[in-house]
Each structure stands twice: as C-alpha cells, then as structure tokens.
T-cell receptor
Framework: DSGVTQTPKHLITATGQRVTLRCSPR?????VYWYQQSLDQGLQFLIQ???????AKGNILERFSAQQFPDLHSELNLSSLELGDSALYFC????????????FGPGTRLTVT | DQQVKQNSPSLSVQEGRISILNCDYT??????FLWYKKYPAEGPTFLIS?????DKNEDGRFTVFLNKSAKHLSLHIVPSQPGDSAVYFC???????????FGKGTSLLVTP
C-alpha cells in the first residue's frame, strides 16, 4: 500500500459525458501527478500540482482539467469523453516538487462506451 | 514521441537465474533514471533509481547500470524469484523537472 488513494476504482460512462477522478496523496506529500496509461502504452504524464498550484503540464488535452484543493487532494476532470479516453488513470504523489520518487495509487479504470 | 524505450515487451527467466531488463533513451537532458515494478490491478511501485553521475546502483538483488554514452540502462535481478514476475517500467526525468517519462514496460515471467 503506497498510501495514495484513488476513487473510484472503475468507471463506465458514455461518450460525450463528463467524469471526475479523485486522488488523495500520501500524508505529508505536497505534489500530485496525474498519468494516463492507454492500451499498450507507457504511462503518459498529464499534469502536476504542487501545494495547490499547477506546476507542470504534459500531454493533457484541453478537454481535461485538474485541481488540487487546500487539503491537498486532487481531482482530474475529463469532459466531452471520447472512446479513446478509455484508459487507466494513475495519480502519484511526492514530498516535494521535483518528483524524483513518486508513489502511485492503484489507478482508476475508465471505460467510455 | 517516445523518449524512453523498452524494446522487449516480455521476458521469461528461470528461477535462480539472472533477469536483465533493458531500456534506451533519446533525451540527453535526462539525468535521473528509475525502475518501477507493477503487479496487475496495482499502481507502479518504485524499485531502484540512479543518478547520471553514477554508472551503477545496487540494492539487494537489484542492480541498475547506466551507460550514458550509449543512452542505455539496464536492470539486473539476481537471483530471480517467482515473486519478481511483474511488469517493469523504466522512467527518466530531468533533475530539476517534474514529470517522469516512462517506457512501455517489459513483462517479466520467472518460472519455477
């Protein structure tokens, strides 16, 4: 158990819909990262928040957004969902902004039908 | 653009033998490298890392070797155990950065 929690574990929704994925970092960690793992792909970095502020963006679509709240939990919002958004979404946390050792949650499996 | 490449999707090794997992990278700015291990239905877990100022780092049965001139790193597991069966991801980052760039993973199967 990494100490990072993600909810829900599974999510099935239809195209065009909007969903919210939630992540609680390890106690004491200030950074949260979101990654997407599509079929046969490695983990693709989406976005990082550090202590409530966006710190870095990766290959995140404009239809996706995220935020980190004062209690340091984070939410990833995915809207206008397409079939290709079906993937595993992982949240990770680290104690500082450099993210040299990141601790991953179990992931949320999103299926868009 | 895949900057970290793991060209072997799978590897099968007998218990007790050495497992060697390989990883190549293209970005010369990477200066910190990590290996993560992933079991089904779980998130990746950190295994071992190496800074670019070193060429070897060892932790128990796990050793990572870095060849900067070849932009290549490898993970050696000796001796391999059935519990090592998992997907292994190589990752790299720029030290002052934030994102880990992952390879697609190599599925290791250790047979009794």
């Amino acid at each position: 158990d990494s100490g990072v929690t993600q909810t829900p574990k599974h999510l099935i929704t239809a195209t065009g819909q909007r969903v919210t994925l939630r992540c609680s970092p390890r106690s004491g960690d200030l950074s949260v990262y979101w990654y997407q793992q599509s079929l046969d792909q490695g983990l693709q970095f989406l976005i990082q928040y550090y202590n409530g502020e966006e710190r870095a963006k990766g290959n995140i679509l404009e239809r996706f957004s995220a935020q980190q709240f004062p209690d340091l939990h984070s939410e990833l919002n995915l809207s206008s969902l397409e079939l290709g958004d079906s993937a595993l979404y992982f949240c990770a946390s680290s104690v500082d902004h450099r993210g040299l050792e990141q601790y991953f949650g179990p992931g949320t499996r999103l299926t868009v039908t | 653009d895949q900057q970290v490449k793991q060209n072997s999707p799978s590897l099968s090794v007998q218990e007790g033998r050495i497992s060697i997992l390989n990883c190549d990278y293209t970005n010369s700015m990477f200066d910190y490298f990590l290996w993560y291990k992933k079991y089904p239905a779980e998130g990746p877990t950190f295994l071992i890392s190496i800074s670019s100022i070193k060429d070897k780092n060892e932790d128990g049965r796990f050793t990572v070797f870095l060849n900067k001139s070849a932009k290549h790193l490898s993970l050696h597991i000796v001796p391999s155990q059935p519990g090592d069966s998992a997907v292994y991801f190589c990752a790299a980052s720029v030290n002052s950065g934030y994102a880990l760039n992952f390879g697609k993973g190599t599925s290791l199967l250790v047979t009794p």
